[in-house]
């Protein structure tokens, strides 16, 4: 059975003025353990089409089904309960709580869950070792750079045990050293770990480090490739 | 706790602004407790001069001479009540009085006058008349037939001390008798109806024009000890006075309730606009915080952080707020409260109208403990108002929204 699994998605915007198209009858598969990259010019519709996938809006029609559960009728607050325990998710910027360090962000989230503060705090340091940031455990992301910022928020994703990590655009803030350091770190982490990734990007650094390329056109599939 | 955590840490991200609002509610709360103690402490001081210097705590008179005031219906049972008063530790003090009304008249002037028949000593006591003498004393000085008479009576009369007035009304038999006294006093009291309205005379002097034997009177007034015990001794008294009537400070002015709740109501009016203006404050700070943290609280809402959650975050920042400011509010008000206690607020400046109002010219500002904690309750009330709105902002943040404006 496929993590995520798109049938027949659209999402139009402004239904009743002049309406936009932003995602036009998508089908796609994505199995356990891929890295997948959606690509595509800007205003192809790659953040519509994660934000639908991610549970952060619902789709005009067709279904969204996530391990086996559709969630593309949920209402809101389903949608974030959802979020919280079956999707990682690392954004362009404003990823983590200013006034909280590195560990308590990535602590943070387990504890949405939940999670016995002894485990918590455990995962948390192991995942902050892993994305190499062991030593900047107690700093705040303002005391942190960009790249650095963005592995904490790859470590907080990875914390609460999601199905797949969405990013979209992770790698937009940073310039190309700390993109490729991240790409390869969260190539690392998904080989290791089994985890699946699935990010939007226009940056062919990032496209390159992909095993499998999507291309959107105007909201449509235009091209899937494998590597 | 961790939100607590995280709500304490982003109160103090902006910390101008979260300190503006802190010193803010902290004058807030020092300022209505200031008030209501001022409020407090003027009302209180009216009333205790109507007590002690007019209506003092219970009052008996025989039931007819209420009526229509003729000075033939003189106190029933007089030498029982005399007993049971000498004996009632209870009381503080109390005065036989002689009351008629009539008319004063000098040599250019005339006036209706209530005439007040004495014993000195006891009087004294009572309403202590000789602390409002400013000229003479309390009928002393003078061989024969002293009167008392108020600052505003006396030049209305245009009499000085050792002046002589002449005295007209009717004794007991309702024919008209005069007699003339000199001025041994002159007073100026908090009392209007004193300074206006009144004569003190002895009462061996005024029984014989008014024909009335001995241990004959037309007023008990005392004063108890404490507030507390007036109603019981008014009860006890009323059963053994037959045809009097022993009425309290409640039935003789009702205006004075009718004023302490009122002086609520407007305590109640200016602790509203306080609280207000207080409420405005924080929340359009509180409203600043949140729409400065749109992207972040999108986020947050974005990797599966609840509604209520958010809700709680915002409305644990807000409290903090006010919590923070309320009890340096309240230290301070308690503090200046009793720093003026001791010495009071001089408004002698200001005191002409407030003589005639009948208020002292020091005030002191009196709280009492129940009072502090509604100023508690009240902030409590309205930190939680002033959290609801902004926090509801909070959770109307579209995530997709807040994400995308970056
Ligand atoms: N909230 C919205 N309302 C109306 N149109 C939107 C909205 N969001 C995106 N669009 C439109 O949908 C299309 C796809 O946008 P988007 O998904 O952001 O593309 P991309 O992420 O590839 O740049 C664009 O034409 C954009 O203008
Ligand atoms: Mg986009």
Known sequence: MSVISIKEVSKIYNPDKIPVKAVDKVDLEIEKGEFTAIVGPSGSGKSTFLNIVGGLDNPSSGAVVIDGVDISTFKESALIDFRLNNIGFVFQSYNLIPVLSSLENVEFIMLMQKIPKEQRHARAIELLKEVGLEKHLDRKPSELSGGQQQRVAVARALASRPKFILADEPTANLDSHSTENLMGMMADINKKEEATFLFATHDQRVIDKARRVVTLEDGRIVKDEKR | MVLLKVAWRNVWRNKTRSGVVVVAVMLGVWSLIFALAFMNGFFKSYLSNAINKDFSHVQIHSKAFLKDGEVGFVLDNFQEIKKALEGDKTIASYSYRLKTNGMIASAKAARGVDILGVDTIREDQLTRVQ????????????????????????????????????????????????????????????????????????????????????????????????????????????????????????????????????????????????MLALCFGIINTMLMAVLERFKEIGMLMAIGMKKSNVFAMIVYETMMLSIIGGPFGLFLGWASNTALKEKGIDLSSYSDGLDKMGIDSILRPSLEQSDYMFVVFSVMIMAVLAAIFPARRAIKLDPIEALHKI
């Open chain 2, 131 to 274: 602390s409002d003498i400013v000229e003479g004393n309390f009928l002393g000085g003078i061989k024969r037939n002293p009167i008392v008479i108020g600052r505003d009576l006396a030049n209305k009369l245009k009499v000085k001390i050792r002046s002589k007035v002449v005295l007209t009304f009717r004794d007991k038999d309702g024919e008209l008798v005069a007699a003339s006294f000199r001025v041994a006093g002159i007073m100026e009291s908090v009392s209007v109806k004193k300074n206006e309205l009144t004569a003190y005379v002895l009462d061996k002097d005024v029984r014989n024009l008014l024909k009335l034997g001995p241990e004959e009177f037309h007023e008990i007034a005392l004063l108890c000890k404490e507030e507390e015990t007036v109603e019981t001794l008014r009860t006890a008294l009323q059963q053994i006075s037959g045809n009097n009537e022993v009425a309290s400070w409640r039935t003789l002015a009702p205006e004075l309730e009718v004023m302490q709740s009122q002086s609520k109501i407007s305590l109640g009016i200016i602790v509203g606009i306080i």
